[in-house]
């Protein structure tokens, strides 16, 4: 008879703990429908404390307390429902990114979003934002431009936005459109350095480089460790004819690892303009073991023989950069002359031939008359005399004898 009365009164707790507990579920999960989550909270904390032991409780209890920033508190919730229930559940790797984000453990973020990503969570605008700043941060460029256009197609517009996905385009080498993801950013942070780099880097690849160097220039002002920052801009000042400023720049790209022949060609030429022969030839010389065809250094080294009289290695590179299509008439030309210096008139009319101009050419037929008479060949030295002449050129008189 006692038996059955205990057996009665606690069945009757159970039940009216059962019929406590079902409504303070149902009202915590309304409220966190109706977004009011402090309310929610305390409805699942009071639910909880009746002994309800759930996983689920503490998942939704968890995610109350992350609507309202309390992250710490819920991730202790999280990590409740993950011991019990394993790292399945959408909301639950869903709101672990979101406090590991916070909590600046990107790694481990990040590692929570995909899989989130993966089991088919529906991200908030914010935190669209967040995953695709995290796959940028990991180098998944394409698919932080995905989710970072979906945040700014939910309204999400802000500076950082456009700043991340104007990096993820300039890494993809869509520099088109990483300027114009760029330019917002800038205008609000005209001295943020890598936002700099990467715009000016951009425009200097699109070949926009007088429109990219107000950008390299703040970047090198904030200590840009992007070697081409100072690349580009040694070689801006070379094109201003200021050697000099291009030296100290371009030490600096060579300082931080940007080692290659367009590194030490524009080197030796800015020496070469300083008149520093010797030093000009090392740096075209560093450049072509290089890169032994690079036809720039090959005819700027020939250039450098050519002032110093060394004529047959001006012959040797200006027939180097012939072969690779990289010689201009003014090669040429010099390539005649360094003929001419070792007396071989017949190769010397045949490059000078090769450098002459369809127009403007009355200097270039008098110089061939001239090699033409050495060769004893007076019908063409007087053909080429007589052209110079109807063009204006003057005439020295041992010439004149010769065609008179």
């Known amino acids: 008879m006692i038996r059955n009365a205990l057996f009665f009164w606690a069945t009757l707790c159970v039940v009216s703990q059962t019929l406590a507990q079902a409504p303070l579920l149902r ?7 109706q977004k009011k989550y402090a309310e929610a909270e305390k409805k699942f904390s009071a639910l909880l404390a009746t002994g309800y032991d759930s996983a689920e409780v503490y998942l939704r209890r968890g995610m109350a307390r992350l609507k309202q920033s309390q992250f ?6 999280f990590e409740i429902y993950r011991q019990r229930k394993g790292e399945t559940h959408p909301l639950l790797l869903y709101g ?6 916070e909590e600046k453990e990107t790694d481990a973020a990040f590692y929570f979003f995909r899989k989130a990503h993966a089991q088919g969570a529906v991200f908030e605008p914010p935190d669209l934002y967040r995953l695709g700043w995290l796959y940028a941060q990991h180098d998944y460029h394409r698919e932080a431009i995905d989710l970072l256009t979906r945040a700014e197609k939910a309204g999400n517009k802000n500076v950082a936005l456009y700043k991340a996905r104007g990096h993820a385009y300039y890494a993809l080498k869509q520099y088109e459109k990483a300027v114009a993801d760029l330019r917002p950013v ?8 890598v936002s700099n780099e990467y715009m000016g880097l951009s425009l200097a690849r699109l070949q926009k480089r007088n429109d990219a160097i107000p950008f390299l220039t703040r970047a ?5 460790q992007q070697p081409e920052v100072y690349f580009y801009l040694g070689e801006h000042e070379l094109a201003n004819r200021q050697p000099a400023q291009a030296i100290a720049y371009l030490a600096k790209a060579d300082s931080l690892g940007f080692h290659n022949a367009l590194l030490y060609t524009a080197r030796g030429t800015a020496w070469f303009r300083l008149d520093s022969l010797p030093v000009a030839q090392r740096e075209f010389d560093r450049a072509l073991q290089a890169d032994r065809t690079h036809g720039p250094a090959l005819t700027a080294r020939a250039h450098v023989h050519f002032k110093l009289g060394r004529w047959a290695q001006v012959i040797t590179d200006v027939a180097l950069a012939e072969a690779l299509n990289a010689a201009q008439p003014e090669d040429f030309e010099r390539c005649a002359h360094a003929w001419a210096g070792l007396g071989d008139y017949t190769q010397a009319i045949a490059w000078l031939t090769k450098a002459m101009p369809k127009q403007n050419h009355a200097a270039y037929l008098l110089q061939r008359g001239q090699w033409w008479a050495r060769l004893n ?18 005439v020295d008189e041992e010439l004149k004898k010769i065609c008179h």
């Open 27 to 33: 009202e915590g999960k309304l409220l966190f429908d």
């Open 72 to 77: 710490s508190e819920a991730g202790t919730d």
């Open 96 to 101: 672990l990114a979101l406090v590991r984000s």
């Open 186 to 193: 800038l205008t609000a942070q005209p001295d943020d350095t």
């Open 220 to 224: 090198a002002v904030g200590q840009s």
């Open 377 to 394: 060949e007076k019908t063409k030295a007087c053909s080429d005399v007589a052209a110079a002449q109807k063009l204006g050129v003057p």
